[in-house]
């Protein structure tokens, strides 16, 4: 079956510091790929997705790159933000199963202190 | 503005009792879900459905139950039969292949007494 793997947490950083979240993934078929971030007390939101090999997403300066050869999609960010405090989950999405189905990892909390 | 409305936001319960989360769209999305987030895990699915008047079971059914009269509407029943039912609850539609995002309400926090 279809599985995430992210990086243990949580991440604690100062604010303009580099920031990585590592995600592999297995899956059988050809998934989409997603980031999800939830901020506190809220539902989940799509922060960047990549739906193909080698595609890079990214959004609000975040960035991850779609590596079929390692089964990964790290999450980085150049300078992180007070603002960017919160829970961010990768997943996949195996269209030739269930559409919309997704599998997700456990989320990794990132906290930035300024 | 076009979203996922869960309600209600906090729901305390009695051990014993049945409680329905209400989970409404107005996306005209046809694929819906709900996913149970317990602390420090990730989300795990207990139902969906793919399409009005039908639904499947997830990894984790055992105690829930749902309906889908409407394709607006996916409410959640916790019954009496959920051993651990105090959790964070998402309700979410898939915006179909060409993005193949999913949409996610703000989610229902239920504490059982």
């Known amino acids: 079956g279809n599985s995430v793997t992210q990086m243990e947490g949580p991440v604690t950083l100062s604010e303009e510091a580099f920031l990585t979240i590592n995600c592999t993934y297995t899956?059988?078929?050809?998934?989409?790929l997603f980031w999800y971030v939830q901020y506190p007390g809220e539902g989940l939101q799509l922060l960047l997705k990549?739906?193909?090999?080698?595609d890079k997403g990214s959004n609000k300066g975040f960035e991850a790159t779609y590596r079929k050869e390692t089964t990964s999609f790290h999450l980085e960010k150049g300078s992180v933000q007070v603002s960017d405090s919160a829970v961010y989950f990768c997943?996949?999405?195996?269209?030739?199963?269930?559409?919309?189905?997704?599998?997700f990892g456990d989320g990794t909390t990132l906290t930035v202190k300024p | 503005d076009g979203g996922i409305t869960q309600s209600p936001k906090y729901l305390f319960r009695k051990e014993g009792q049945n409680v329905t989360l209400s989970c409404e769209q107005n996306?005209?999305?046809?694929?819906m879900y709900w996913y149970r987030q317990d602390p420090g895990q990730g989300l795990r699915l207990i139902y969906y459905?793919?399409?009005?008047?039908?639904?499947q079971k997830g990894d984790i059914a055992e105690g829930y139950s749902v309906s889908r009269e409407k394709k607006e509407s996916f409410p959640l029943t916790v019954t009496s039969a959920q051993k651990n039912p105090t959790a964070f609850y998402l309700c979410?539609?898939?915006?179909?292949?060409?993005?193949?995002?999913?949409?996610f309400g703000e989610g229902s926090r239920l504490t059982v007494l």
């Open positions: 990549a739906t193909k090999a080698d």
């Open positions: 899956a059988t078929g050809y998934p989409s």
């Open positions: 996306l005209n999305h046809d694929a």
């Open positions: 459905s793919q399409i009005v008047n039908d639904f």
């Open positions: 997943a996949l999405s195996d269209e030739n199963t269930n559409a919309g189905k997704s599998t």
């Open positions: 979410a539609s898939w915006g179909g292949r060409d993005t193949g995002e999913l949409f």
